[in-house]
């Protein structure tokens, strides 16, 4: 038996794709052990030298503006725009937009300039974005005014991105399909680094598969489901952050039919 | 019941201060993860063009030159001016001062130009830049010739500054005040970060009073009082490390009522 | 009782040597760490500014080009100059050699202009710079045409470097000896760093000897026996890694002569 979920992560556990990084040097050593317990094979490169050719093998590109520069705003553009011209997704995780004009018009620019397949950030990140009323504290959201939802079905259909907006009920929207997913557990908001994780998991799962808010969704829920079992074990932030990678390395597919909690509203 | 240690955490579990870093790039997961742990939020940002309005958020501004280069400087300085336009607390960590110049000169820059609440370092590293004869070999002590609480409390007098001398015994004096800290464990030297992720710790109280000389002895107190908890299971640095964050952030204030070793001197 | 593998590692734990790394920004906590429970004391300095004044207290230099700018050329350049004007050993881990052309020239031109004492890397990566037939992708050996054997020893002969082909079976040569280490266990390919972290290992290990051949192989036996010892009580990658820094850390030099896997053909 398969679902459109579980198909997704035994494409991944059969090709193993290659997930370009540049992102920050706080969870880098996370976001490639993640991508390697997902299923992928994770390369981290910034260098303006490089990065047109490195981003040739890759199956997908994340960009994580979570400790930026602008030697890293050049880099991303570059590498963003190479991606584009072979049809690699692009997934960007603006974390910290709203908290600093740097971070919030680096993001745009980038949504301006690249053809991003996939942005994710908490409800503050992309409200700021959407153009609604949030507030970003440092990097986390402070809230938004509106309903989540909608705000995120709309920002979709305008911009033909798919958005995550990331919470404990992460939202995935492509303007025409929207999805719940309400995996996870509260311990993940207590270790650094599983939002800018949650997006190489999306990259991976992105890199197999066309319907981005389907792979998406299953990408949040694999994350989510590693969390509740990493959580049944562990006796604080520190064991949970080690068990989360055990968890999310022992998934199997059919996981995603018994125990992913995916909604379509 | 309460003592003026335990009421630091509570205000600090209370508070949820951010805690904005400059930090070197080997430990700074590590600092991020103990400050969430502690009670505080972390946010690392290094830009010119963006500390000045990020570390406007912050409670404390932590500065650790463990991987120094000339950007670094000049985002220490920027942000530091910053946060002492609004009286934001600053800890300095000055990591490898007196291995090479470049840190030695450094860290004496910025206890110059900036009003450093907290210097914390190791025993050759402040009897460098208090000017006694002390030696740093990497970034490790390797020494220091006199009376270490009679340097720390002089420094602190003459310059102002609450100076944390750490070692197996930590010392803490503001010049009035003197506090010697005896939790912790050896295994705690076993670990690349502890040193900073202390730092760190003393960074999220000195968010929450006033009183720096009190809320460094508190922090220290309780990071150590984590490590000799953690310590009891662990099998190695490996997982002493992965224990001591789930023991800080399963501390409780009242803890530090029962379990601190905090004597004054 | 001893043997050579073994009084490397008596020497590691009684001299503590200072290994300077240059490396790169995702697993450089990771190398710090294993340097510590291996034996060592790590420190990491990249400025150019103090890269020659912290060198001087090394036994030796690791340099690893994972995450390869300019200015890290530059600073490794530099400082493998000061190493090698005061013979202290240089190992060069030529992480992506093969997959773009800033790395495989930057690895080529460090290879020329610097005294490398040991180069390790991948399958891939030393068939690139060795020149014959070989794949890498993105930081993954991709294969290798031609008998690794043959080729690790000729090259080794040809350049005078002690030369570390790691794989399933590690091949070391230094032209004259060559070793074939069979510790280690599939694990080790599952998280990330694994690589970075045996020539930190390696590093240490060639400051206590002038036999680079029989350090490096005792290096990756120690570093193996680590590894099959963790898998032994890991239920996934997070918890292997953790425990793999708490099986190195206990260690014991007479382990190398029970344990070590190292035949020389």
């Known amino acids: 038996m398969t679902n459109p979920y579980s198909s997704v992560f035994t494409a991944v556990r059969n090709q193993t794709p290659l997930v370009h990084h540049i992102t920050n040097y706080v969870t880098v050593n996370d976001c490639a052990n993640i991508t390697l317990c997902c299923g992928g094979a994770p390369v981290m490169a910034h260098s303006t030298e490089e990065v047109e050719e490195m981003v040739q093998y890759a199956g997908a590109l994340v960009l994580n503006i979570g400790t930026l520069d602008q030697n890293q705003t050049d880099a991303m553009l570059l590498v963003g725009r190479a991606a584009a011209a072979r049809d690699i997704p692009i997934i960007l995780d603006p974390v910290g937009a709203g908290a600093t004009s740097l971070r919030t018009n680096t993001a745009r ?24 009323e949030a507030q970003v504290r440092g990097v986390d959201s402070a809230g938004i005014t509106g309903d989540a939802i909608s705000i995120t079905r709309e920002y979709a259909a305008q911009t033909k991105m798919t958005i995550v907006m990331s919470g404990p009920t992460d939202i995935v929207s492509d303007g025409k399909q929207t999805f719940l997913v309400e995996n996870g557990d509260p311990l993940m908001g207590r270790v650094s680094g599983t939002g800018c994780m949650a997006a190489s998991v999306i990259g991976v799962c992105a890199a197999v598969s066309h319907d981005r808010a389907v792979s998406s969704a299953a990408a949040l829920a694999a994350f989510g489901i590693a969390g509740e079992r990493a959580a049944k074990t562990a006796c604080g932030p520190g064991s949970f952050k080690v068990a989360l990678f055990d968890e999310l390395a022992a998934l199997k597919p059919e996981d995603l039919i018994t125990d992913a909690k995916i909604r379509s509203v």
């Open 109 to 132: 620019r980038l949504i301006t300039e690249l053809p991003i397949s996939v942005l994710k950030g908490n409800a503050g990140e992309i409200g700021v974005l959407a153009g609604v």
